[in-house]
């Protein structure tokens, strides 16, 4: 994500490396889901563990409740990050988003599953039921009910029912300044409040393939089951498509199902690269984001700030944003636009790389 957020020049790129401009899915938009992925996969394997030591559920809720309060806290403070103008701060957000799933997700599982003797293959049950209501809610919601001044079944970025909940919730100042339609100025935001509860069954979808990781099957059944379940997600959303379009601002029901196969799909390669094969020899870069995540978020959006804020003097006089002048005299000067801009990017990679190894090497690991 730090390589797509960070380009040296805004909206050059390759194609995979950028956001669907409204209805579709590209490698970008495969992302986020696949973190809310992560997270179930982490509820069930954390919380398992502590409900084996003895944790219990109410426990547990407390802990949920406070971490989903922090990690919103958080994305409220990178939103305001540096100037904090509450009038006009943010209020939606990657993390306040992973933190409201976060905190429904775990709930869902605690009631389903969490600390009751042999309810898992009833929980499994359980679960699904409300990945399909939540989906076939939300469908219904999008397609049937009419829009103040637009009628029903909008699905374009001014007249679609979450756009409208959104604005008259939140409020425009108070959204994505770049969520813009022509001629309308900021009319939705991708991590609004409508659209997050489709987002809540992706990580359902999560807690499922943890329960499968969990389960007694030998390892090469559980790859293939990952495999399959991810081939019948991503082939049920990609054929409901003319039905309602996949699209990740709107976090559609189909979107949620072919990014959610697509997450299995990759989950599946993983773990049998990982697991079965045992080739790690490559992992060292992702374990160093991957231990530290939240900081990584948090440390790549403020110094994606800071370097379109600080100023610096070119040879030629000219002041130019460090991100500017980083780009131009090291890598336009000898590349090609496209190339350059994707090297900028893998640099910022780098550089955030370099930050977070020390605390990797030593062990450090900010937990919330």
């Known amino acids: 994500m730090i390589l797509v957020t960070d380009p040296g020049v805004y909206g050059v790129g390759y194609r995979p490396l950028q956001h669907a401009d409204w209805n579709g899915g ?12 992560a997270v179930g996969l982490a509820i069930t394997l954390s919380f398992a563990r502590r409900i084996e030591r003895g944790c219990s559920r109410g426990k547990l809720a407390r802990h949920v409740l406070v971490r989903s309060a922090i990690i919103f806290a958080i994305g409220l403070a990178l939103n305001g990050f540096p100037d904090y103008n509450l009038h006009a701060i943010r209020v939606p957000g990657v993390l306040q988003r992973i933190a409201i ?75 994505w300044r770049y969520g813009t339609t022509p001629g309308f100025g900021v009319t939705y935001d991708p991590e609004g409040l409508l659209s997050t509860v489709p987002a809540v069954a992706t990580v359902l979808i999560g807690i499922l393939g943890g329960e499968g990781l969990r389960s007694r099957w030998s390892r090469g059944r559980k790859a293939a089951a990952f495999a399959a379940a991810g081939v019948a997600l991503a082939l049920g959303g990609w054929l409901l498509d003319p039905l309602l379009p996949i699209n990740k601002k709107l976090w559609t029901s189909t ?3 072919f990014s959610g196969g697509i997450s ?29 995540a939240i900081l990584a978020f948090a440390l790549s959006g403020m110094i994606t700030v800071l370097t379109d804020r600080i100023h610096v003097a070119a040879r030629n006089g000219e002041t130019l944003t460090l991100h500017r002048w980083i780009y131009r005299e090291g890598f336009a000067t000898w590349l090609a636009p496209l190339h350059a801009s994707l090297a900028y990017g893998f640099a910022i990679v780098l550089f955030n790389l370099v930050l977070l190894y020390p605390l990797y090497r030593r062990r450090i690991f900010l937990r919330i």
Not at 26 to 37: G, K, R
Not at 109 to 122: D, K, M, N, P
Not at 135 to 164: E, H, I, T
């Open 26 to 37: 590209t490698a970008t938009d495969m992302i986020f889901p696949a973190f809310l992925f």
């Open 101 to 175: 799933c976060y905190l429904f997700g775990a709930f869902v599982y605690l009631a389903a599953i969490g600390a009751r003797e042999g309810s898992a293959g009833r929980g499994w049950w359980a679960i699904a039921s409300v990945i399909v209501v939540i989906l076939a809610g939300y469908w219904a919601l999008l397609k049937l009910v009419p829009v103040p001044g637009f009628g029903p079944g909008r699905m374009d970025s001014l007249g679609n029912l979450a756009a409208y909940v959104d604005r008259h919730i939140i409020g425009t100042r108070h959204m």
């Open 255 to 257: 979107f949620v199902l």
């Open 264 to 292: 299995l799909l990759v989950f599946s390669a993983l773990y049998f690269t990982l697991d079965i094969k045992r080739w790690k020899w490559w992992t060292p870069p992702a374990l160093v984001f991957g231990t530290n």
